[in-house]
Nanobody, 126 residues
Framework: QVQLVESGGGSVESGGSLRLSCAASGITVGSYSMGWFRQPPGKEREGVAGIDTEGWTNYHDSVKGRFTISQDNAKNTLYLEMDSLKSEDTAVYYC????????????????????WGRGTQVAVSS
């Protein structure tokens, strides 16, 4: 059974930091393209960051220089380090995986992914 479980969300002040984790089971993260997506209230899901099977990454322009995606293959866990948080980052954040090497553009397309976590809430106060 494939399972992706996000953790690390919570409430933070503008300018603060959070690190989200996605613990995977039933897959090996090093063999999957992995991504972080978010859904702000009242808006559609959007790609935040992705990492392909060779470690290449892509980020949404709005988070470049502030967020970092990484994975620890020994722990089978994906991370999203979020710094300099803004109120606009408030959203439910989802972890996703697919057993393919995605091109960089597709890393940020939710339609490209097959497996999803249930999400973790991030609330950034202004």
């Amino acid at each position: 059974q494939v399972q992706l479980v996000e953790s690390g969300g919570g409430s933070v002040e503008s300018g603060g930091s959070l690190r989200l984790s996605c613990a995977a089971s039933g897959i090996t993260v090093g063999s999957y393209s992995m991504g972080w997506f978010r859904q702000p209230p009242g808006k559609e899901r959007e790609g935040v960051a992705g990492i392909d099977t060779e470690g290449w990454t892509n980020y949404h322009d709005s988070v470049k220089g502030r967020f970092t995606i990484s994975q620890d293959n020994a722990k089978n866990t994906l991370y999203l380090e979020m710094d300099s948080l803004k109120s606009e980052d408030t959203a439910v954040y989802y972890c996703a995986a697919v057993f393919r090497r995605l091109d960089l553009r597709s890393l940020l397309r939710h339609q490209a992914y097959h497996h999803w976590g249930r999400g973790t809430q991030v609330a950034v106060s202004s």
